[in-house]
């Protein structure tokens, strides 16, 4: 089964670029499959990880970034591979 994991945060107004950097520096042990980030207006940044996993497998996560650099709580979804 193929799971999927989002996380997506909005940086405090300007920083954008920071929590993109941050992000994409953020490294996970083991690795994913397959790992996609992309940004968004209004300074988000959504990081996306594919795993060879059950759905409630435990799986390294991006953590919390630094509570100056986001506006809010991160958001986390996870998802599984449909037929």
Same mark, same amino acid.
Request: without cysteine; charged residues 30%; negative net charge.
């Given at each position: 089964?193929?799971?999927?994991l989002?996380?997506?945060?909005?940086?405090?107004?300007? $920083?954008?670029?920071? !929590?993109? #950097?941050?992000?994409?520096a *953020? /490294? !996970?042990?083991?690795?994913? !499959?397959?790992?996609?980030?992309? $940004?968004?207006? *209004?300074?988000?940044? &959504? %990081?996306?990880?594919?795993?060879? #996993? /059950?759905?409630?497998?435990?799986?390294?996560? &991006?953590?919390?970034?630094?509570?100056? !650099? %986001?506006?809010? #709580?991160?958001?986390?979804?996870?998802?599984?591979? %449909?037929?």
């Open positions: 089964m193929t799971v999927a989002m996380w997506e945060a909005r940086a405090v107004d300007g $920083r954008g670029e920071e !929590l993109l #950097a941050w992000a994409r *953020q /490294e !996970l042990e083991p690795p994913p !499959l397959r790992r996609e980030t992309f $940004r968004a207006p *209004q300074d988000r940044v &959504l %990081v996306i990880t594919w795993w060879d #996993a /059950e759905f409630d497998a435990v799986l390294p996560e &991006l953590p919390e970034p630094d509570g100056e !650099l %986001v506006s809010r #709580a991160v958001h986390r979804w996870r998802f599984e591979t %449909v037929g």
